[in-house]
């Protein structure tokens, strides 16, 4: 009985362990994405503004804060070749705004869904991108909880990105 009263809570603290925020390593799109990048997109936006996110309680769940989604969206355009290196360039502004995380609470399968509003414009020309995206992590890619539901919360974000690009790659108002 005391052994029960010790190891039980042990191995709760054990496989609870502190939530941490969604890297932005794990967030940047994959380099297969080029392959979606158009020739005249090359070297024409500039991030401006990112918004949304929050930062992790350790002692809660995995958030994804908006400097790490800024960053990981910066990295991907650079990574892209889509990112304005030369400032004499007139390019265009991207904002986004990280509208909602949708978490789940429990389970053997994380599937987390990110909303997020790209707004890209320059000279009179604006178009809005509304994008969804889905992240999912199993049992087989963490056994811990809060571990599967940061790597659900930078699948997510990363497949978020990753959609923004491929629409803006179909856009043909962007030249």
Request: proline share 3%; charged share 20%.
């Amino acid at each position: 009985m005391l052994t029960r009263k010790i190891i039980l809570p042990i191995l709760v603290l054990v496989l609870s362990g502190c939530a941490s925020p969604a890297t932005k390593e794990a967030m940047v799109v994959r380099p297969e994405v080029a392959s979606f990048v158009k020739a005249e997109h090359k070297g024409k936006f500039k991030v401006v503004k990112v918004s949304g996110g929050k930062a992790t309680n350790p002692m809660w769940t995995s958030q994804v804060s908006g400097e790490n989604f800024e960053s990981a969206l910066v990295e991907s355009l650079n990574t892209l070749g889509l990112a304005a290196t030369d400032s004499t360039v007139d390019a265009y502004n991207v904002e986004a705004e990280l509208l909602e995380l949708d978490q789940p609470l429990m389970g053997l399968t994380f599937d987390v869904i990110s909303k997020v509003n790209y707004r890209v414009y320059k000279d009179g020309f604006e178009k809005c991108f509304p994008i969804t995206a889905t992240g999912t992590a199993t049992v087989s890619d963490a056994f811990v909880a809060i571990v599967r539901l940061k790597m659900a919360n930078e699948k997510s974000i990363q497949e978020n990105i990753t959609a923004f690009i491929k629409q803006l790659a179909q856009a043909s108002e962007v030249k």
